[in-house]
């Protein structure tokens, strides 16, 4: 009798790592393909944050292929109904966001791009899978918070504690995204890109240090030049991990 009760657990230690190490597996892929996603989603994001729709409809067909290549790749690995909802939801935000670059539509091609992310985003907190970029726009999400106070002209009416309160937070997730080993060799780049983006990540790091002499100050117009001067530095530093050369070989002649 125990000679059976060992096999049966020892059929179950065997049945847990053999799960264990595919799931593994999966995450690895799966996460590896998110990061060339990125390098796609990147210059999209980047152009029309800028209002260059030229520069996003250029970017959009690189885009819009490593989709399709994620999509046919990972639809299908899990077939619980959450994990296909959100590739449907993904699905249709791409299509969304096509049709708003095509039609020159800024505003509209940042919230579908929003979507997208948080689509993204999402499947990943729900399935555990670690990604550098999830801090890095977690940041990027609170600074926007920043500037859109220091931008609005009714920004007398916020009691300054409050605006310090969104500015120590963003300052948090800066640092949280700081600690974070930069996804150099995930995201296939060279040593020249590595010097590149820690001369820039110190460069904010700097800017955000700086910014407590800023508040001091309490003037609007100098706290939105310099709210805009650590986006600016921020969007940069983004910019580094983005796959900006392939888009001359996109035929962008079309449009």
């Excluded at 729709?53 to 619980?80: P, V």
């Excluded at 800017?207 to 805009?228: A, H, M, P």
Aim: aromatic share 14%; glycine share 2%.
């Amino acid at each position: 009798m125990k000679k059976i009760i060992t096999y049966i657990l020892l059929c179950f230690t065997f049945l847990a790592f053999a799960y264990g190490s595919s799931t593994q597996k999966q995450t690895a892929e799966i996460s590896e393909a998110m990061y060339q996603l990125e390098k796609a989603y990147i210059p999209v994001n980047y152009y029309v944050q800028k209002r260059n729709m030229i520069g996003a409809k250029r970017a959009i067909l690189s885009l819009d292929h490593e989709w399709n290549k994620f999509n046919n790749s990972f639809a299908k690995m899990k077939s619980t109904k959450d994990w296909k909802d959100s590739f449907l939801r993904m699905g249709d935000w791409m299509a969304d966001l096509c049709t708003h670059v095509d039609a020159n539509n800024v505003e509209w091609s940042a919230a579908a791009l929003s979507h997208f992310r948080y689509e993204l985003t999402d499947l990943r907190c729900r399935y555990h899978i670690h990604y550098y970029f999830d801090y890095l726009y977690s940041f990027g999400d609170s600074w926007a918070v920043v500037q859109h106070i220091a931008e609005d002209d009714k920004m007398c009416l916020y009691e300054w504690n409050e605006f310090e309160s969104f500015v120590a937070a963003a300052k948090r997730d800066w640092a949280i995204a700081e600690q974070q080993n930069l996804p150099i060799e995930k995201m296939q780049m060279t040593d020249d890109d590595l010097i590149t983006l820690m001369i820039k990540r110190e460069k904010l790091s700097k800017l955000l240090d700086d910014f407590k002499n800023v508040l001091d100050c309490g003037d609007q117009g100098i706290l939105q030049s310099k709210t805009k001067a650590i986006e600016d530095v921020y969007f940069e530093f983004l910019h580094q991990f983005g796959r900006f050369s392939a888009e001359s070989s996109q035929m962008a002649e079309i449009f």
